[in-house]
């Protein structure tokens, strides 16, 4: 396993750079692992991500510094590979977490029901698409426009915002989760609540283990990274403005 690096800079800040916020250790203005520029939209978000490299000791450790990463992957992965990202999330359609409910016992079923159905209502209003759910463990089919009514909204997104999405969704498991997350319907502790829940009933009932409650706590800090990301990176109070000047909601 190679060693992480040491810490090579003494001082770190952050300041206004063009028409957007860089990050400089020392001198030198902070880049993304892939060695690109990393330019970020306002002021509080390029200090939080000035912050996570303060906090570094005598090493870099860069599972520590979860803002630098979705910032980081916006500039490496989801600005070369916008297309290909987006068709892999529009992939959750089909296998979307929400939709696969319990046929028992009734309270687990109850909870589904109060947790994911209203995101499942929102999806309807939002986009006009009525995903199905399904109790059996059968694939369930979605309607076949699902993911054309979806995508457009996912396009709209910028890097920064399409990466925070990229982040959550694998850890939810649901695209729906995800969306709402990144576009303000849940906060981060209502999409744990709604990632989580037949983990979270089986505890309660049988109590945890170290894994399942390790697991939890990973998702946990991945999504208040996204939470986290997104609340920094609104400009003028709006969050959903992209650099395209056209709005993430259809």
Not at 41 to 68: D, G, H
Not at 178 to 188: H, T
Not at 212 to 236: N, P, Q, Y
């Amino acid at each position: 396993m190679t060693a992480p690096p040491r810490r090579f800079y003494t001082q770190v800040t952050s300041a206004a750079d063009g028409d957007g916020f860089v990050v400089r250790l020392d001198n030198r203005s902070l880049r993304s692992p892939a060695g690109r520029p990393l330019r970020l939209p306002t002021a509080p978000l390029a200090k939080a991500i000035a912050e996570e490299w303060r906090a570094q000791e005598n090493v870099i450790r860069t599972e520590t510094m979860p803002l630098y990463a979705v910032a980081a992957t916006a500039v490496d992965r989801v600005g070369p590979q916008r297309a290909a990202i987006i068709e892999q999330l529009l992939q959750y359609v089909a296998t979307d977490l929400v939709c696969y409910r319990a046929c028992e016992p009734a309270d687990l079923v109850d909870e589904q029901t109060a947790r994911w159905q209203p995101l499942l209502d929102w999806v309807a209003e939002t986009w006009g698409v009525r995903l199905a759910v399904t109790d059996t463990l059968a694939p369930v089919r979605q309607p076949a426009d699902a993911a054309d009514r979806l995508r457009p909204s996912l396009e709209r997104l910028d890097d920064l915002h399409l990466a925070a999405l990229a982040v959550a969704v694998p850890a939810a498991g649901s695209l729906a989760v995800g969306l709402a997350l990144v576009l303000g319907r849940l906060d981060s502790d209502d999409a744990l609540a709604a990632a989580c829940v037949d983990e979270l009933y089986q505890a309660e009932r049988w109590g945890d283990d170290a894994e399942t409650r390790r697991h939890r706590d990973i998702l946990k800090a991945d999504l208040r990274a996204v939470e986290t990301v997104v609340c920094l990176s609104r400009a003028d109070g709006d969050v959903f403005t992209t650099d395209r000047q056209t709005q993430v909601m259809p």
